[in-house]
């Protein structure tokens, strides 16, 4: 195993340009990471990349659509080529609009499942084989609490996120004799654009947060940095006996 402290490892975030996923960058960055921000949004993942750099770190902005599998090839050569082998994975991309199971339609069901299930096997199977060679990896899939309890108006994305954690948990199983652990943090409602945009596809958008926020015993939603720090410690050297875990950050509205 190279780099004993994990200082200088290579690790690579999809939906790391806002939200989340910029937290966890940053998180990992300072963590001494050099990390690839992977995002449909260029300019928002040049932004991270960007901040990143001018604390002292080292990341660079690679364009990526987890639902597109020769764009996930291409990004993860791009990574590769200007950092080197990943060996830290965070599948944060993720995608979701409020709609009862019986409006929806398979065109809508797709898209779900492309960016929020089959975007994750994509770039783990992009990046496993390295991993084995090398005899490390950390793997964190951030899925939902919606995954773990329901979530109404959420059936297609909470059942994409439940697939998350079973496909986590099977590939924790397969090569925890590799040195690569896998694991899932589920947050629960958090302040990101991703919720913003799913409540305003509704008429009672802050009618939607309010009871979000009711819902969860600590009276709040959560807030990103709060999130990326589960995600950044299951990244760490000393999470190396935790693996097939399923974490929920959701201030208590899932407890198990």
Request: with cysteine; hydrophobic share 40%.
């Amino acid at each position: 195993m190279s780099d004993p402290d994990g200082t200088g490892r290579v690790a690579l975030v999809t939906g790391g340009g806002g939200g989340i996923g910029r937290e966890i960058c940053l998180g990992l960055a300072r963590d001494g990471r050099r990390v690839a921000v992977a995002d449909l949004r260029v300019p928002e993942a040049t932004e991270t990349a960007t901040a990143i750099n001018g604390e002292g770190g080292t990341a660079i902005a690679v364009e990526m659509d987890v639902a597109d599998s020769d764009a996930v090839t291409q990004g993860l050569l791009t990574a590769v080529d200007e950092l080197g082998p990943v060996e830290v994975l965070v599948n944060c991309a993720g995608w979701d609009v409020l709609h009862p199971f019986v409006t929806t339609d398979e065109d809508f069901w797709d898209r779900v499942i492309e960016i929020n299930y089959k975007g994750p096997l994509r770039t783990t199977h992009g990046c496993l084989p390295a991993m084995i060679e090398t005899g490390f990896g950390r793997i964190v899939n951030v899925s939902s609490d919606a995954a773990r309890v329901g979530s109404s108006g959420e059936a297609v994305y909470a059942g994409a996120k439940g697939g998350v954690i079973a496909f986590t948990k099977t590939i924790a199983r397969e090569v925890a004799r590799r040195g690569i652990t896998a694991n899932v943090v589920c947050p629960g409602p958090t302040d990101t654009r991703l919720l913003a945009e799913i409540a305003s596809a509704t008429d009672t958008s802050d009618k939607i947060i309010g009871a979000m926020a009711r819902a969860v015993p600590m009276k709040r939603i959560g807030q990103p940095h709060e999130v990326a720090a589960a995600v950044v410690f299951l990244c760490s050297e000393e999470a190396g006996y935790i693996t097939g875990q399923t974490l929920s950050v959701s201030g208590g509205l899932t407890m198990a």
